[in-house]
């Protein structure tokens, strides 16, 4: 069983919203600092979102702002992003990560420490005009 596995992607239009869901199993993200991430063809990783959970503080990147909402479902198991006012340039890859809580959620963003923790695969994200 892949320990990350994200869901919810798919095609939406210019202004759409969208809400994509990663699920953990055999671990409780409860524990975790999770984060979530994207990437677009012939582009580096970027961090998105981060909650290291330990310090209360929550990480949005520069195309998170005001567009872009995590949120943890410990009944579920289940970190949620949502996102609204979504551009052709929002089109990507969009991946979740569970890492150690000792990370504050900036450093897991700008610095993805992908030898740590659960990675999941990803789940594809297409924005139209």
């Known amino acids: 069983q892949v320990p990350l596995v994200e869901s919810g992607g798919g095609l939406v239009q210019s202004g759409g919203s969208l809400r994509i869901s990663c699920a953990a199993s055999?671990?409780?993200?409860?524990?975790?600092?999770v984060g979530w991430f994207r990437q677009a063809p012939g582009k580096e990783r970027e961090g998105l979102v981060c909650?290291?959970?330990?310090?209360?503080?929550?990480y949005y990147g520069d195309a998170a702002k005001d567009r872009f909402t995590i949120s943890r479902d410990t009944v579920n198991n289940t970190v949620y992003l949502q996102m609204i006012n979504l551009e052709p340039e929002d089109t990507a890859v969009y991946s979740c990560?569970?890492?150690?809580?000792?990370?504050?959620?900036?450093?897991?963003?700008?610095?993805?420490?992908?030898?740590?923790?659960?990675w999941g695969q990803g789940t594809q994200v297409t924005v139209y005009s």
């Open positions: 990560g569970a890492v150690p809580p000792a990370l504050t959620g900036q450093s897991m963003c700008r610095y993805p420490p992908t030898h740590l923790g659960h």
């Open positions: 055999r671990f409780s993200l409860e524990y975790y600092a």
């Open positions: 909650d290291s959970s330990h310090d209360g503080v929550i």
